[in-house]
Antibody, heavy 120, light 109 residues
Framework: EVQLVESGGGLVQPGGSLRLSCAAS????????MNWVRQAPGKGLEWVSY????????YYADSVKGRFTVSRDNAKNSLWLQMNSLRAEDTAVYYC?????????????WGQGTMVTVSS | EIVLTQSPGTLSLSPGERATLSCRAS???????LAWYQQKPGQAPRLLIY???SRATGIPDRFSGSGSGTDFSLTISRLEPEDFAVYYC??????????FGQGTKVEIK
């Protein structure tokens, strides 16, 4: 079964750090570009970060640049998002999603999401 | 940065009716990189349309996409009960970033 499973969310104080994980199965993770997308409570979708299959091309939204770091280990079929200097506005459900190159760089597989709450 | 504006914010329709959702870009977008997603409460988004008009695997043919340049649309020919959800357009830009529209909610009238 094709699947992405996020974990690592939780409650963290402003200025704190959190590391999210995304475990992939059922497809060729090592050949896939991957993304993080977030959704604040009651709000729309916001793209956060992209990493290509070989970890060479990495991009971030301006809102997280310099604070978040994306990484992956293809041997472990795993993706991570290290989030530092967290702010209240980072509160959201965080999804990992596969980029499908043949689909015009759309995101065709999504995890169920993990909730991050930044609050004192 | 390209901004995607979706309209209307909410669409109130009955099952069996036709829904037309709009996505307007602040500057020209490559049709190859325009996608539509459906999201139901408590669920992850699901890819419906990529390349502005191609249906993703398993998507019913009542969903269709069209448009070019700055104006794109998603049409649901006859609404089924399971189609009531929020729909987002998305584009991939030359700056290697992705942006989403703010969403259109299709609700039962």
């Amino acid at each position: 079964e094709v699947q992405l499973v996020e974990s690592g969310g939780g409650l963290v104080q402003p200025g704190g750090s959190l590391r999210l994980s995304c475990a992939a199965s059922g497809f060729s993770f090592s050949s896939s570009g991957m993304n993080w997308v977030r959704q604040a409570p009651g709000k729309g979708l916001e793209w956060v970060s992209y990493i290509n299959s070989g970890s060479v091309n990495i991009y971030y939204a301006d809102s997280v640049k310099g604070r978040f770091t994306v990484s992956r280990d293809n041997a472990k079929n795993s993706l991570w998002l290290q989030m530092n200097s967290l702010r209240a506005e980072d509160t959201a459900v965080y999804y990992c999603a596969r980029l499908r190159g043949g689909y015009g760089y759309a995101f065709d597989i999504w995890g169920q999401g993990t909730m991050v709450t930044v609050s004192s | 940065e390209i901004v995607l504006t979706q309209s209307p914010g909410t669409l109130s329709l009955s099952p069996g009716e036709r829904a037309t959702l709009s996505c307007r870009a602040s500057q020209s977008v490559s049709s190859s990189y325009l996608a539509w997603y459906q999201q139901k409460p408590g669920q992850a988004p699901r890819l419906l349309i990529y390349g502005a008009s191609s249906r993703a695997t398993g998507i019913p043919d009542r969903f269709s996409g069209s448009g070019s340049g700055t104006d794109f649309s998603l049409t649901i020919s006859r609404l089924e009960p399971e189609d009531f959800a929020v729909y987002y357009c998305q584009q991939y830009g030359s700056s290697s970033t992705w942006t989403f529209g703010q969403g259109t909610k299709v609700e039962i009238k």
